[in-house]
């Protein structure tokens, strides 16, 4: 292979066969095609090959990205195929120690692991961490999954299984395949998007139907009293949508509602 292929036009330049709209030349990179002035100067190989001490530009290419998202879809496969049945928990990181939904979600971790079901948590402080800390104490599967931000901590100490992803969407996809409950706890704009996300999948049958349980009704009326009245009212959402969701105070409730059916034999 030549390091210019006969007949392109890496010039730039307009080739005479494209004045009437078709291209006689093609040159092939791989499943992609070039034609025209689309053509390369140079071969992959060649670039490949070509001395580059000094230039790391190709490590934040979108073709490099690629290959970083298709590594973090295998390495969050491979740690999560074999957990067993889970329940994702979902709610803020600033809930501190104090506060009782943190004992709440500490309590409801500690009751998911005693039913021989794991815990999936973003892996974070507040929330999580109560989430993580009850499950770990009961002797269960305590799983973290992070992301990287700059203003995050690392994993939470109750993480017995984590994982720290680079970015958003590999990580959601981890949450809704090996999760087959969730329960969400007062959060802010994290929480709401998983919340949403999960709700949009199940209604559009993109996934099976999984149990979502709000857990705090002062937290989350005002949100519901909302969809059931703007949102419901000018037609954007049914009534029967619902019956997606479940609002309670109960914690054994929700720990019935997302692990009927589930627990590991």
Known sequence: MTDKPTGSSANGTTPPEAENGAYNET??????????????????????????????????????????????????????????????????????????????????????????????TGGGPGIMEAVNRGATLAGGVSIGLGIELPFEEQLNRWVNLGMTFRYFFVRKTMFMKYSQGSIFFPGGFGTMDELFELLTLVQTQKVDYTPVVLFGSDYWHGLIDWLRGSVERFGNISAADHGLYRITDDEAEAVELVCKGIESE
């Open 27 to 120: 040159y092939t990179q791989g499943p992609i095609i070039r034609r025209g002035n689309q053509v390369p100067a140079t071969t992959t190989s060649k670039r490949l090959l070509s001395p580059s001490a000094n230039d790391a530009d190709w490590l934040h290419a979108d073709p490099w990205r690629v290959l970083r998202i298709q590594a973090e879809f295998v390495d969050g496969f491979g740690a999560l195929a074999e957990v067993g049945p889970a329940v994702a928990c979902f709610g803020s990181a600033r809930t501190k120690s104090n506060d009782p939904m943190y004992r709440h979600a500490h309590r409801i971790g500690h009751a998911i692991a005693k039913r021989g079901v794991a815990v999936i």
